[in-house]
């Protein structure tokens, strides 16, 4: 029993899963102090700061994670090091330019962008996308090699540290959004210099980066840049196209708790696409189709009933999350905007549904080296879901209808992901179900012999 739980401890998925059940935890639990510690529409510009920057890294990152991902997974040691080299000139590279575009539109549009609740984005960003660049370059390089063990010690420093500073503030200081931003700054920049005292980061591969290896990357990444960004957009444009509408900024304060509450139903996902992806890219190299098959039949189906218990439970107890993440200013229907929270979370629920076989497909085509494919399907689903979102606030005006166009492209996400996988790989639909329902009976079966 003793040697079977300690295998389980050092499994990739289970590594991965307690990951990311950290972060999400002190994530959330720090969001919710947050949205106790200022008025709704300060929080607002909060989120929008968070959210651009989470958009503006799935660009830098879309450059260079999915490649270096696929093309480490079972490198030699020479070529890998070119590899890592390259990536990390290339990131360096892109965020020298996001950075002077960022500045440059901020000092061109200053009035606009001040009266926006985009300042604090446009001025402090820039020096965050520096500051965290090794940080991030490190965590890239652990998934790779599958050291998710590394990747919880990194991320836990920087998610620990903040929500330290969150809960500080909310007893003690009730600092103002600027210094909350700076104190946001100071803690990446010691998570990077930790990696960077310990050679995680790889930046010291820089000059051994070739121009065929840059090459390789970036003719993969071509794809894979603006499929993350166009994934990004599914998950920032509600909350866009909401500050931009006359629903104003305490909109966005309020359509974010149910949003942030998503981030539950997707821990598990996070956690098995994590593991999934470079097992199915290393399947794809070495052209064992019947392998790259069965992973995304497990991992689609095990995932697919997981979310249907997951969805049950934010959908029944939606006010009692609310009331935990939010407060009570966020239960019921909103004085100010008019809109219920809770309602959103159910609509969410469903959504949370469509996520399992939406995502394998994502990687699926991505391991399988068409980039190009599923870029097409991310494409189809940003578009369906911008014109879901002005429908719903500009003609509408409903919150409620911004979460149900999340239903409607994410159905069409699945169909065009798995048009795609079935030309490719000759699936079967049902396989899904059936393995999924295999891999717990293995569970089950795992579990009843240990307690013999």
């Known amino acids: 029993m003793k040697n079977t739980l300690k295998k389980i401890v050092h499994e990739d998925n289970f590594l991965s899963l307690v990951g990311n059940l950290t972060i999400s935890f002190f994530g959330i639990a720090g969001f919710a102090l947050l949205a106790r510690s200022f008025q709704m529409e300060v929080f607002g510009e909060w989120v929008l700061f968070i959210s651009s920057a989470a958009f503006i890294e799935m660009f830098r990152y879309g450059i260079i994670n999915t490649a270096i991902i696929r093309f480490l997974s079972g490198a030699e040691q020479e070529e890998r090091v070119k590899f890592i080299g390259s990536n990390g000139l290339i990131g360096l590279i892109a965020t020298f330019i996001i950075c002077i575009l960022l500045y440059v539109c901020l000092y061109t549009f200053y009035e606009s962008?001040?009266?926006?609740?985009?300042?604090?984005?446009?001025?402090?960003?820039?020096?965050?996308?520096?500051?965290?660049?090794?940080?991030?370059?490190?965590?890239?390089?652990?998934?790779?090699?599958?050291?998710?063990?590394?990747?919880?010690?990194?991320?836990?420093?920087?998610?620990?540290?903040?929500?330290?500073?969150?809960?500080?503030?909310?007893?003690?200081l009730q600092m103002t959004l600027l210094q909350l931003v700076l104190a946001f700054l100071v803690i990446d920049a010691f998570t990077s210099g930790v990696c960077i005292f310990m050679g995680w980061d790889g930046l010291k591969y820089i000059p051994k980066a070739t121009k065929n290896a840059i090459k390789v990357l970036l003719n993969f990444s071509k794809y894979t840049t603006f499929t993350l960004i166009g994934t990004n957009l599914l998950r920032s444009a509600d909350t866009f196209i909401i500050s931009f509408s006359p629903l104003g900024t305490a909109a966005v304060a309020l359509y974010s708790i149910p949003m942030k509450l998503t981030e539950l139903q997707q821990i598990p996902l996070r956690s098995f696409a994590a593991t999934a992806f470079p097992k199915l890219s290393k399947a794809s190299m070495q052209k064992n189709v019947e392998e790259v098959k069965e992973i995304f039949y497990t991992y689609s189906g095990a995932m697919t009933y997981l979310f249907i218990f997951i969805s049950l439970v934010t959908f029944v107890f939606a006010d009692f999350f609310i009331l935990i993440l939010g407060g009570r200013q966020y239960l019921g229907t909103d004085p100010i905007t008019g809109f219920n929270a809770a309602t959103i979370m159910r609509i969410f629920s469903i959504y949370g549904l469509l996520l399992p076989i939406d995502r394998m497909t994502g990687i699926g085509l991505d391991s399988i080296n068409k980039p190009n494919i599923n870029f097409l399907k991310v494409l189809y689903m940003v578009i369906a879901n911008v014109i879901g979102d002005l429908i719903a606030v500009f003609i509408f005006k409903s919150l409620s209808l911004v979460a149900v166009a999340?239903?409607?492209?994410?159905?069409?996400?699945?169909?065009?992901?798995?048009?795609?996988?079935?030309?490719?790989?000759?699936?079967?639909?049902?396989?899904?179900?059936?393995?999924?329902?295999?891999?717990?009976?293995?569970?089950?079966?795992?579990?009843?012999?240990?307690?013999t």
């Open 113 to 172: 962008i001040h009266n926006s609740g985009y300042e604090l984005f446009f001025k402090w960003y820039p020096l965050l996308a520096l500051i965290n660049l090794p940080m991030n370059t490190a965590l890239v390089i652990m998934q790779a090699d599958l050291k998710f063990g590394k990747i919880l010690f990194i991320r836990s420093l920087e998610s620990v540290g903040f929500f330290v500073v969150v809960v500080v503030n909310f007893f003690f």
């Open 406 to 451: 999340s239903i409607f492209f994410t159905t069409i996400g699945i169909w065009v992901g798995f048009y795609y996988m079935n030309k490719e790989l000759s699936l079967n639909y049902r396989h899904i179900f059936t393995s999924g329902i295999d891999f717990y009976k293995m569970l089950y079966g795992k579990f009843m012999k240990n307690l």
